[in-house]
């Protein structure tokens, strides 16, 4: 009897063989005399035909030589030629490519610790070692769990937290002695005093990182000792607001990072959270030990590329450049730069100074540079802000009780080709749209489809989350793409328009989707099966810190669709298995074409003759491993240039 896992190994041994061979005609630009270390095992190359080889050959400058069969790759070496040889059972492939995430963020959460109040992960997810996942499965008992301290000498020193998530932890009346009828989302600052403190100022970021919560007592901070002042007009023209009532009062929901902005202004002399925010490379080297041990987890998930996706402004593009060149540091960081920052502080569109498929001598840097320009068009989809359109809207009587089709951060279509304008006719910068509703993906499309009617783009443009599927924004999309979207009954030339899901959104949030949207909708959360139905490139991403940087993670989330139910884990069940990705697609959604996506394809991404030796090795070969299995695959070590990065 053939078992599912006996014909997997045999249809793996079968591609082994016949692609091994395909690989034997290739050759490196250098010739192989170049080549200084070889590689032999089962590698997969993740090139344009899913090759799978047995030998890869490195020179000395990091860049790949040869690669395909072991008779093939030593041809015309030494003997004596440096070998590598992988274990039994484990695979050398490209690094994994991180196409969306927020490095000082992700940082930041490490070093916060126990103000680190996210709810659990689902059981084969979650990794905080001594977390009591009860005592944050509810708003009230997370905010309880927060250390205080006493404040420093006679201010009052901020109280902060991260990663609070009202989607997924439970709201208890009662507990911390509130008392009425408000939920928290209606009036969290009461909660803020009661849970927290009401004689410091508090303020809690929520996970989705469009939202914080502020207590009357954060609100005199800002507002220069009252607890209530005019909305700073930084705040409203960037896309934000501080929500208040019926009767005019704020309630401490601040909304997307210009609403509260001032706050961590405010208490940027009493909390690091407050400082990495106004000064961003000093919190780097200030606290380089606990940094580096967050930069190692990414390096332990595979990674050997990462964007920082929405870098504000040269602070941040220089603490970003800084951390890369440092000693030692083991990935190569990419950044992208908000639209309005690029402008103020004049930064110019770069990327890596050499090409080595060109450049024999060419040693890739750790800092690729900033060529991407971010803009945010809607909120957060768990966060009850991302901008919906019919036929999905937020469920009354949910989470999202008021919250009908959500926001955006922009007033249309006519305000994205306003600030992206500059840009776009530059024509040497990388279009990154954040839309999570598919409303917002639909304004994202008009925009787009009149820009590029003013000048035809010539690098990728990026759509990023694209949560909210549905079927008639694929469509246009792919019309887009070949040539046949219409404006005013004008064909827009053809653009290269490309798409990013958070799949941690299926995993973490689908079964409370199920009860935030509309009937159905939460089916189609990072529709992959429309993307592959209507042929849309898509990658995955964590956006961390709002989900862990754990590519193996975003395989088996893809792969098997499971979600889980808040806040015991103990219902689950497969979310859309119309949308499930195969292993394959996976892999190639965490290295070549989020490479391609940020235009790194000749250097990273797959494994080909000229591109630099940037390795994985995995304990296990995922395409040989059960799906439910995909993410508890060890990561042995990761390589740059042929180097690796674990001594």
Not at 186 to 199: E, M, N, T
Not at 291 to 312: C, F, H, N, P
């Amino acid at each position: 009897m053939l078992t599912r896992a006996r014909v997997l190994g045999m249809l793996f041994a079968a591609t082994l063989l016949g692609v091994v061979a395909g690989c034997g005609s290739e050759t490196g630009p250098s010739g192989h005399d170049a080549a200084s270390t070889v590689y032999l095992g089962t590698i997969l190359t993740v090139d344009a035909k899913n090759s799978v080889a047995q030998a890869v050959s490195v020179n000395d400058a990091g860049h790949i030589v040869k690669i395909g069969t072991e008779r093939h790759v030593r041809a015309g070496l030494p003997a004596d030629v440096t070998t590598v040889r992988l274990d039994p059972g484990q695979v050398l492939m490209p690094g994994f490519v991180e196409p969306h995430m927020h490095l000082g963020a992700t940082i930041l959460q490490d070093l916060m610790g126990t103000h680190n109040i996210a709810p659990c992960l689902p059981p084969p997810f979650e990794t905080r070692d001594g977390v009591e996942c009860g005592k944050l499965a509810d708003v009230a008992s997370a905010l309880q769990s927060m250390a205080i301290a006493p404040a420093a000498g006679n201010a009052p020193e901020f109280i902060f937290g991260m990663n609070l998530d009202p989607s997924r932890q439970q709201f208890i009346p009662g507990r911390c002695g509130t008392s009425g009828p408000a939920t928290f989302t209606q009036r969290p600052k009461g909660f803020l005093d009661a849970c927290v403190s009401k004689d410091r100022p508090v303020l809690i970021l929520d996970q989705s990182g469009h939202l914080a919560y502020a207590n009357d007592k954060a609100f005199a901070a800002v507002c220069g000792g009252q607890p209530k002042c005019a909305v700073p007009g930084a705040v409203t023209q960037n896309g934000g607001g501080w929500v208040t009532d019926a009767s005019g009062e704020f309630t401490g929901e601040l909304q997307e990072a210009a609403g509260y902005a001032p706050f961590l202004a405010a208490m940027a002399k009493s909390n690091i959270a407050g400082a990495s925010a106004s000064d961003p490379a000093k919190l780097f080297t200030e606290n380089r030990p606990e940094v580096m041990k967050s930069i190692e987890k990414l390096r332990a998930a595979g990674l050997t590329t990462i964007t920082d996706g929405g870098v504000q402004g040269r602070n941040q593009l220089t603490a970003d450049q800084l951390l890369a060149d440092s000693k030692d540091f083991p990935l190569r960081v990419t950044g992208a730069v908000t639209f309005d920052t690029a402008a103020r502080d004049g930064i110019q569109s770069t990327g890596p100074g050499c090409d080595p498929t060109v450049d024999r001598g060419c040693v890739l840097p750790h800092w690729l540079g900033a060529g991407g320009i971010k803009l945010w068009i809607d909120g957060s989809t768990q966060g009850c802000t991302g901008k919906l359109a019919p036929p999905v809207a937020y469920r009354s009587g949910g989470h999202c009780d008021t919250g009908g089709e959500g926001r955006a951060d922009v007033a249309g279509p006519d305000a994205i080709v306003a600030d992206l304008k500059q840009y776009w006719l530059a024509g040497n910068w990388r279009i990154q749209l954040h839309a999570n509703g598919n409303g917002a993906n639909r304004w994202a499309l008009e925009a787009l489809a009149r820009l590029q009617l003013q000048k035809k783009a010539t690098e990728p443009v990026l759509l990023i989350h694209h949560t909210v599927g549905d079927e008639s924004v694929s469509a246009d999309l792919a019309k887009l793409r070949r040539g046949d979207y219409e404006v005013g009954g004008k064909k827009v030339p053809a653009l290269d328009v490309r798409v990013t899901h958070l799949i941690g959104h299926v995993a973490y949030w689908g079964d409370a989707f199920q009860a935030m949207l509309s009937s159905g909708a939460a089916q189609n959360i990072d529709p992959i099966g429309y993307d592959r139905e209507y042929g849309i490139p898509w990658s995955l991403h964590s956006d961390s810190m709002v989900t862990p940087a754990r590519p193996l993670w975003y395989i088996q989330q893809a792969v098997t669709r499971q979600t889980w139910a808040y806040p015991d884990f103990t219902m689950s069940y497969v979310l859309g298995p119309q949308h499930r990705a195969t292993i394959a697609e996976a892999l190639r959604a965490v290295t070549i074409e989020p490479a391609t996506q940020h235009g790194l394809q000749k250097w990273v991404g797959s494994l080909e003759p000229g591109k630099v030796a940037d390795f994985v090795v995995l304990g296990a070969n995922p395409l040989a491993t059960a799906p439910e299995k995909v993410g508890a695959i060890p990561v042995v070590n990761t390589y740059l240039g042929g180097s690796p990065t674990k001594k």
